[in-house]
């Protein structure tokens, strides 16, 4: 079993910075992509950005230029930089981990818990 858990939500002010991560743990062989997807109050959950292992990475629109996604491979974990902050990036955010739990096996999606994001005065 996969085991996923972010941290470094809370309450920040627009313009404001934050900077989310999120851990993967438990049974790992590799791991093909982590990102982040996010849900506002009221709304469907949404992509954010992504981070696959080759290096390549994908933002939404709304947060290019203002959001960075990087990986640290060695420890299973990604990251999410979070700059000039709008009210409208308020939501929970969730981390997700495609991961593969042996040679040859397919990569299952885990999803953590999410942590919430508030951009207020």
């Known amino acids: 079993q996969v085991h996923v858990e972010e941290s470094g939500g809370g309450l920040v002010r627009p313009g404001g910075s934050l900077r989310l991560s999120c851990t993967a743990s438990?049974?790992?062989?590799?791991?093909?992509?982590m990102g982040w997807h996010r849900q506002a109050p009221g709304k469907q959950r949404e992509f954010v950005a992504s981070?696959?292992?080759?290096?390549?990475?994908n933002y939404d629109d709304s947060v290019k230029g203002r959001f960075t996604i990087s990986r640290d491979n060695a420890k299973n974990m990604v990251y999410l930089d979070m700059t000039s902050l709008k009210p409208e990036d308020t939501a929970v955010y969730y981390c997700?981990?495609?991961?593969?739990?042996?040679?040859?096996?397919?990569?299952?999606?885990?999803w953590g818990q999410g942590t919430r994001v508030t951009v207020s005065t």
């Open positions: 997700h981990a495609d991961v593969a739990a042996g040679r040859g096996l397919m990569p299952v999606d885990y």
């Open positions: 438990g049974s790992i062989f590799s791991i093909w992509a």
């Open positions: 981070a696959i292992s080759g290096g390549n990475t």
